[in-house]
């Protein structure tokens, strides 16, 4: 592979010297660094690389700049290298103007001058920004290939597997793509073995099951040690804050998850108001950059699912679905919450097939100049609608509410209203689901009565349910499922029961002393990333205090 370039541009010979001699310092290894003493000339050299297939992954361009601005540079640069990390140096007196470029000009960052010592003002966040080009970027690609059915189930959830687990594949429709034809008729396969995993040594997966596709990837599935001071159950924010605090104060931690790093907050094509990213975070990268922040401090993580739960002694137990089990002083149960299903005719028989519950991120480029529909009107079906715009031809909301304000933040309500091709439909809801192979047509039933409409992709944000159904009678939950913990354990009759100990429960502690929960999956909880991000750091905390008890 090419060297990924990092482009540095500014009119002061002196200052794109010294920009140039600090990014060689740091990343002449690895990158290309390439220079450019106007925005213009900037944008020649871009289109040059264009030409050659040449890979830019950050530039670095000055404000103050005769003809073009580096404002109005970086606008342009996005248009050639929409992926390329985009980072403003401004004076003192620009920041107000970086900000507004944040919005017009989409940049990732803004650095003032000087930004002496770049040890600690220039390369953490370039360091920052190129690890997530990397994470997204896809170079020329040889290795895994999957191919299969758009309509597929089976082929939707392995998509949805490997991408959220950050793992590079090609995917080739055994219907249209010529490629993936002639890779099947080569080995002898037919559409009934759909789909097929083609790794890059040659090995052929047919119909693979996801944990067989986790080990051939290099995913953990099975722990390295029987016993842990903590084990996590489910790596959303509220389990991974727990493993970054747990791991990182001590804590030999297990993180049990079963599809991905991010939990539900993980298929948010975007999320724009969460502390410390002011141009925004895919709810994938957040989920990279914190299990990346968890294995730095030591956490385990494996790729299985919990399917039990018992207490012996001072000893909790996980059984795992591959039969094995794991112990651990203090067990955190954040498995957080999946979209709820929609309770009408066709749905079952069609997901995967049509009807999809999140999946913005996996789907969103097959639905490129089609009409998509989703269902919700929360913030996650915000984030899709505005990522789904740049691929559909049309986004459809159907809303059940009067209003989008009831339910989503106002910042992403501003955003839906400037964006052309998404249409907001109040006060309806989707009655029946229609379709033979795949979705065919949706009925809806709104202010104007009902309507049948052509339909191929659906796409649902709605509710919250718990994944508690596996854990024994002695964790107590609420009427729905939700797990309850500290004072809402007094409102059941079973808890004096269960409850042996002199003292109360922790504040996150359940009916089980020693486990714990966090996150959407408690009682009460508010369902926000940044709020599940302090609850499971605060579990820690009560590990502790626990751990302390015996």
Known sequence: MKRPILLAVDDDVSVLEAVVQDLRSRYGQEYRIVRAASGQAALDTMRQLRERQEPLALILSDQRMPGMTGVEFLEQARDQYPEARRVLLTAYADTEAAIRAINSARIHYYLTKPWDPPEERLYPVLDDLLSDWRAGHQPKFEGLRVIGHRWSQRDHELRTFLSRNQVPYRWLDAATNEEAIQLLAERGLDAAMLPVVLCEDGHVMVTPELDAVAARVGLRTQATSDFYDLAIV??????LAAAVYGASEGLRTLVIEPEAPGGQAG????????????????????????????????????????????????????????????????????????????????????????????????????????????????????????????????????????????????????????????????????????????????????????????????????????????????????????????????????????????????????????????????????????????????????????????
């Open 267 to 550: 298929s948010s094509s975007k999320i724009e108001n969460y502390l410390g990213f002011p141009t925004g975070i895919t709810g994938s990268d957040l989920g990279r950059r914190a299990h990346m922040q968890g294995v730095r401090f030591g956490a385990e993580f494996l790729t299985q699912r919990a399917t039990g739960l018992r207490a012996e002694g001072q000893y909790r137990f996980l059984q795992l679905a591959d039969g094995r089990e794991v112990s651990a002083h203090v067990v955190l149960l954040a498995m957080g919450v999946q979209y709820r299903r929609l309770q009408i005719p066709g749905a079952d028989a069609l997901t995967g097939r049509g009807v999809y519950y999140g999946a913005a991120l996996v789907e969103a480029s097959a639905c490129r100049d089609e009409e998509v529909f989703l269902v919700g009107g929360a913030n996650s079906a915000g984030q899709a609608a505005l990522h789904f715009a740049r691929y559909a031809r049309r986004v459809t909301m159907l809303v059940r509410a009067q209003s989008l304000a009831i339910s989503m933040s106002k910042y992403l309500i501003d955003e839906i209203e400037r964006i052309p091709n998404i249409v907001v439909e109040t006060e309806t809801q989707v009655i029946d689901v229609v379709g033979r192979e795949r979705l065919e047509q949706i009925r809806t039933l709104g202010p104007e009565g009902e309507r049948v409409r052509a339909a191929s992709s659906l796409f649902v944000f709605i509710g919250a349910a718990p994944r508690t159904d596996w854990l024994p009678e002695e964790v107590l939950r609420d009427e729905h499922g939700f797990l309850l913990a500290g004072a809402d354990l007094r409102s059941t009759s079973a808890f004096s029961r269960l409850w042996n100990l002199q003292r109360e429960p922790y504040l996150l502690e359940s009916s089980v002393p020693g486990v714990l929960v966090a996150g959407d999956v408690r009682h009460g909880s508010v369902k926000r990333a940044a709020s599940a991000v302090g609850e499971g750091s605060i579990a820690v905390q009560f590990a502790h205090q626990y751990l302390a008890s015996f």
């Open 234 to 239: 489910g790596a959303g924010p509220a389990g």
